[in-house]
């Protein structure tokens, strides 16, 4: 089994700035790709980013492009979603989800807390 832990979650104030991190452990899988899902209270949960582990493509939600950047360790299955110019409605609990197929993501993290005040 495929475990995902997510960390970098916090509270910071609007204009600011979180770096979340994603690391797979268990047992060895071919990463497709990895990506950045959120849920805000009451909302469904949104695609934010994602990226294609071979040649490092890049998809981004239009709410979080420009602000956000979604990047990989190739030397670990680890995947990292730099957040700037942080505004209140990006508060949700963030997801890492990956894939070993181009199917759809077969796994996911427990997810992290990000709030950002006005």
């Known amino acids: 089994q495929v475990q995902l832990v997510e960390s970098g979650g916090g509270l910071v104030q609007a204009g600011g700035s979180l770096r979340l991190s994603c690391a797979a452990s268990?047992?060895?899988?071919?990463?497709?790709?990895m990506g950045w899902f959120r849920q805000a209270p009451g909302k469904e949960r949104e695609f934010v980013a994602t990226i294609r582990w071979s040649g490092g493509d890049t998809i981004y939600a239009d709410s979080v492009k420009g602000r956000f950047i979604i990047f990989r360790d190739s030397d670990k299955i680890a995947v990292y979603l730099q957040m700037n110019s942080l505004k209140p409605e990006d508060t949700a609990v963030y997801c890492c989800a990956a894939k070993d197929t181009s199917l759809g993501w077969n796994y996911w993290g427990q997810g992290t807390q990000v709030s950002v005040s006005s």
């Open positions: 268990g047992r060895t899988f071919s990463s497709y790709g």
